[in-house]
């Protein structure tokens, strides 16, 4: 029997180690993962191939994440544990579980379960009893897990996120120029989609002496860009970047902003972590979610939810204190070396694997 099977909700680049050993973009957590866990890699692909009629059937009714769980269960006398990425695979592969008399231990990535499908699928069929361990990115969805469904404290771990500090590292920019066109005032970026409040931003950038590009695209969200339709002051630039042209993009800020809609998970995280590693500042509104990343005033600056005079007057702030924006943004790339890089975050999962 193997030991761990670990999920990848998507397609694993066949190329995916060369373009890494390139530098062409950052190391995959789940490559990082199964190297630390001794453990064999699932992705859609592997999952289509191996279910055959009845994958296809499940596919059908409720998408590529329902057939990664399935081809999971389908494996639970090959493992001692499976690991799973996310909510969207290890709800269903738990209620697949409970209805087996499986003795497959199952870990899961948590990003949100507070949200009304999510809490019904948990309410009804009490799918938790057959996950071991939840794995939460924010302290507000630990106590949220804790307290609904009366778990141990003990199965329920917060860590905290990651990024690649060898790839998001000031000392690997400057290899490409962006050619943004922009002029010799400071500037400042904000970086993807994921309930992001630009509308906010863009109002409280209006008219100030900075340069502002907001790199409107993510890998993994699927909402819209919230500066469509609107009003973009002459300051601001709206563009999409490669992971590769947005290191460059960091190098090239003074600091960043990371303006959110008020959640209760950490949304923002990659980007702010991303910014952290190349040695910037970051303004954060701070969200129900989102308070575990940045130490107020030491590696940033927290600001209320859509509170555009607050905003506009903590980004005038760090303009106009270059050297405590720095200070800051050191203070972050060594807080992220320290405790939030890909190999800590790996190692640490790994002795829960165990």
């Not at 050191?330 to 790996?346: D, F, I, K, P, T």
Request: hydrophobic share 45%.
């Amino acid at each position: 029997m193997n030991s761990v099977l670990l999920t990848v909700s998507g397609v694993i680049d066949p190329h995916i180690e060369e373009k890494i050993a390139r530098g062409e973009r950052p190391m995959a957590d789940y490559l990082a993962m199964a190297e630390a866990f001794g453990a064999d890699l699932l992705d859609y692909a592997i999952a289509r191939q191996s279910t055959g009629r009845v994958g296809r059937w499940l596919e059908r009714i409720g998408g590529p994440d329902l057939v990664l769980a399935w081809a999971c269960f389908t494996r639970r006398h090959d493992y001692q544990t499976c690991f799973t990425d996310g909510e969207q695979v290890g709800l269903p592969l738990a209620l697949f579980l409970k209805m087996s008399r499986s003795r497959l231990r199952h870990l899961m990535i948590v990003h949100i379960l507070s949200v009304r499908k999510k809490m019904i699928f948990l309410d009804w069929f009490r799918a938790q009893s057959r996950i071991d361990r939840f794995f939460v990115y924010a302290t507000w969805q630990k106590r949220f897990i804790e307290e609904r469904w009366h778990i141990p404290a003990e199965r329920v771990v917060w860590t905290p996120f990651m990024v690649d500090t060898d790839f998001f590292s000031p000392q690997k920019a400057g290899q490409v120029d962006l050619q943004l066109g922009l002029d010799h005032r400071p500037v400042i970026c904000a970086v993807g989609l994921e309930f992001r409040d630009y509308p906010t931003l863009l109002e409280a950038v209006d008219g100030l002496a900075v340069n502002v590009v907001i790199a409107a695209a993510s890998p993994w969200s699927k909402r819209e860009d919230s500066t469509t339709g609107r009003k973009i002051p002459e300051n601001v630039l709206v563009s999409r970047f490669t992971q590769f042209e947005l290191r460059e993009l960091y190098a090239l800020s003074d600091f960043m902003v990371m303006p959110l809609e008020n959640v209760p998970f950490q949304a923002g995280v990659t980007a702010i972590l991303e910014a952290m590693a190349m040695g910037k500042a970051v303004i954060c509104s701070k969200t129900i979610g989102q308070t575990d990343v940045i130490i107020d005033g030491k590696t940033g600056i927290y600001v209320p939810p859509q509170d555009v005079s607050a905003l506009r007057r903590e980004i005038r702030q760090l303009i106009e204190q270059p050297q405590e924006t720095k200070r800051m943004g050191a203070a972050g790339r060594e807080l992220v070396l320290q405790s939030m890089n890909l190999h800590a975050y790996a190692s640490r999962l790994a002795e829960y694997v165990k």
